[in-house]
């Protein structure tokens, strides 16, 4: 994905102790066992995109708002003609993305919505940011507009979210804070808006991208609810290395690995579990 966190191991069922899935029903895996697939973003673009069982393209340029794909169109038209075309997202927190009026960030309706959050004002605000990342997201990926007043017109089989240390969170050098909290927050705001009806009229499941290192850095212990599945990255080189990671569970709680990121050349290939 452009950025590449290797994982430090498989041993790990959660991100930590007592970290329990909260999903809103748990969903079959969308991709074919034993697949290979590809993922493609803004660093394919010009390039001939390579043939796979399934595909998954990246709506943003790297970071949550601001910066996008400006090869999405043709790049999702490539995931279109897969078995399982889905989208990923890039994610993160800083107490700047709170701003309301810059056009770029938080949006009006995602800070009402997050009033109805429980939890500080703080991560209220911190939901509102996520919130909007999904929503300017979904606009971009339905219409080219991250406005976030788009209606969502694309159908993936998953969305995923890239949650890597490279981008801003809380507790990271040159983020102003240090709760660890708001990151989970942030991430929740993703996850409830891609679960509502405006966002994912077709209720495609939600996944975590990352490595069990940096996800229990960016979100401690923290519980994060409705999340069906985790695509793992590794620096591995083989399809057949890949496989060997498929007897994990995962490392966010959802219980299931459905997807393991190798890097064979060229570009970033994924086994199916």
């Known amino acids: 994905m452009g950025r590449h966190t290797v994982a430090g191991g498989l041993a790990v069922v959660a991100a930590a102790a007592g970290l ?12 074919g066992s034993g697949g290979v697939g590809y993922d493609i973003s803004y660093p394919q673009c010009g390039t001939a995109y390579p043939g796979g069982s399934f595909g998954i393209v990246g709506v943003n340029q790297g970071y949550p708002f601001t910066y996008y794909n400006a090869c999405f169109t043709s790049e999702w038209s490539y995931a279109g003609n897969t078995a399982s075309p889905s989208l990923y997202i890039n994610t993160g927190y800083d107490p700047s993305y709170t701003n309301t009026t810059d056009g770029r960030h938080t949006t009006q309706d995602c800070l009402s919505r997050s009033t109805t959050v429980i939890g500080t004002n703080s991560q209220q605000r911190a939901w509102a940011v996520g919130c909007s990342e999904a929503q300017r997201s979904v606009g971009y990926a339905s219409c080219l507009n991250p406005s976030g007043a788009c209606p969502s017109t694309v159908q993936p089989a998953a969305w995923w979210l890239d949650v890597e240390t490279a981008n801003s969170w809380c507790g990271r050098p040159g983020t102003r804070c240090k709760d660890l909290t708001l990151n989970r927050y942030a991430i929740q705001g993703i996850i409830d808006t ?3 009806a405006v966002e994912n009229p077709t209720a495609a499941p939600i996944g975590i991208y990352s490595t069990p290192n940096a996800w229990s850095t960016i979100v401690g212990g923290n519980l994060v609810n409705g999340l069906s599945a985790d695509w793992l990255a590794t620096g591995l080189s083989s399809a057949s290395q890949a496989k060997s990671y498929c007897s994990g569970s995962g490392f966010s709680g959802s219980g299931q690995l459905w997807l393991v990121q190798f890097l064979p050349g060229g570009y970033d290939a994924d086994y199916a579990c």
Not at 23 to 29: D, E, I, T, V, Y
Request: charged letters at 0%; proline letters at 0%; zero cysteines.
């Open 20 to 31: 329990v899935a909260g999903q809103l029903g748990a969903f079959a895996s969308s991709y």
């Open 194 to 196: 891609l679960h509502s």
